[in-house]
DNA sequence: CCTGGTCATTTGTCCGTATAAACTTTTGAC
DNA sequence: GTCAAAAGTTTATACGGACAAATGACCAGG
């Protein structure tokens, strides 16, 4: 077994909670169940009230207990769930582009959402939005990265007049216009033919390998307000991300 | 701007919290320098020593101080880091086969690293790894899902020998029969054109797209365990994943 | 049956104090 | 100047006490 804590120096109320975390592993407190109240850990552990506290702490924060006034500590796992964690400042870094890379806007309209692109977006058919098409590049010059498509709600159309080089997502600047915050987002990521559309001003020919990344943006109450679709030839670009093993996040 | 923090009643150690957290905000201390400590922020604010703590502690969690004993409160940063982070329980769960898919095991043999492997394998060139080839299938008639690849240190060759009809990921046949434990992982996803050495077993033709995804698999001491290479044809797999706005993870 | 009020219980907040441990700075020997 | 010991500062841990707020159980009245 690794040992990924760091070591702690011995503490009263380390002990404590090591002791209750144990109890609850071992099924002394099943889930659901009340811990001992910090009047009766005081009796139990010889402790002041305020190590008792701090220990019960430590626990909330593994997880372990939720606790309310007037009710208690509640179990609520048996052991701090060790998962996983990929995480980003911001969603701009979700998807790597260095900063080097920049859009440049090709056309934006509005459009109408039908059929598939309907099925894309998320949304009822007829419902209106509004699409800015771009191509990613690093270098003036060089072969450009991919096709990026965006599809924002219409109130936020306006995003399109800002002139900042391409270079800030737009989901950020819809933030900072309109005060739409994103809680909450999703990404696709598959192989396609290259579409015939796209191949010309991509450089590539019709059917060539590509990768595509779908990335949908949900602000609160759920509500899809942004959807880019990147589509990149072979070779010019690669996903990537690190999970590192942590205990629970704040949620 | 969306509040997403919940309403929280009004307390002493809060209000004291929210001031310092403005006071950061607009600079007052900058980053790298210390705030004042304990005990003059008890005198400041007629508070006493617990109250004060309680509202350090926030900002500790918030990401904004690092505590330190003999030191100080010293000012990491000016604002809470909005994160965004995507979770799961275990790395089995990262690429999200459904629980009907399985490997079928075609070959595996003892291989030795060298150039363009070397690399993918990021080892010295004439190191011995271990490699495991098989298939992904949902179904025994479909066609498959996709061709993976296997490299496990040479150490670990005994995994081979496990048959779970392939439905346990083999970094967690490891974990389980040698102790190795995932501390770090990476992934790498990128469409390239299906070599001719596969089209054939999947069902396509050499040349068309695909989806390749590389997994490596990092325990203790940054010692990399385990690489998969997985290839997947057109319309077979599509890699989702979500992301969740949260504050500062525990790190 | 349901509503509203009372009460005991439990955690939340806040105050006071003391000692230990971690860290920086100063001092002093060489 | 360098190194190590000593001194001083700051947070960590721990004790004591008090009142407030939230919750659930209980009961009276409709």
Chains 1, 2 share one sequence.
Not at 2 to 19: E, F, L, V
Not at 223 to 240: A, D, I, N, Q
């Amino acid at each position: 077994m690794a040992d990924n804590t760091r070591k702690q120096k011995p503490s009263r109320y380390r002990d404590i909670a090591a002791r209750l975390q144990k109890e609850i592993r071992l099924g002394k407190y099943p889930i659901g169940n009340l811990l001992p109240t910090e009047t009766e850990l005081m009796a139990q552990c010889s402790a002041s009230r305020q190590t008792v506290r701090e220990a019960l702490r430590i626990l909330m924060d593994q997880g372990l207990i939720v606790r309310r006034a007037g009710l208690g500590s509640v179990i609520i796992a048996t052991e701090p769930p060790v998962l996983f964690t990929h995480s980003v400042k911001s969603l701009g870094e979700w998807l790597r582009y260095s900063n080097e890379t920049y859009r440049d806007l090709v056309d934006s309209r509005e459009i109408t959402a039908t059929g598939k692109l309907a099925a894309l977006l998320k949304c009822e058919p007829g419902k209106h939005w509004f699409l800015i098409e771009a191509i990613r590049r690093a270098d003036q010059f060089a072969d450009p990265l991919g096709w990026v498509e965006i599809y924002v709600l219409r109130k936020f159309a306006g995003v399109v007049k800002r002139s900042d080089h391409g270079r800030t997502p737009v989901h950020e600047q819809i933030a900072k216009m309109f005060g739409q915050t994103t809680e909450y987002a999703q990404m696709e990521i598959f192989a396609r033919a290259m579409p015939a559309a796209l191949a010309r001003t991509l450089r590539v020919k019709p059917g060539s390998p590509a990768l595509t990344v779908v990335r949908r943006y949900y602000g609160v109450r759920e509500e899809l307000f942004e959807v880019t679709v990147t589509t990149h030839p072979e070779g010019r670009y690669t996903y990537s991300m690190d999970m590192q093993r942590s205990l629970r996040p704040r949620v």
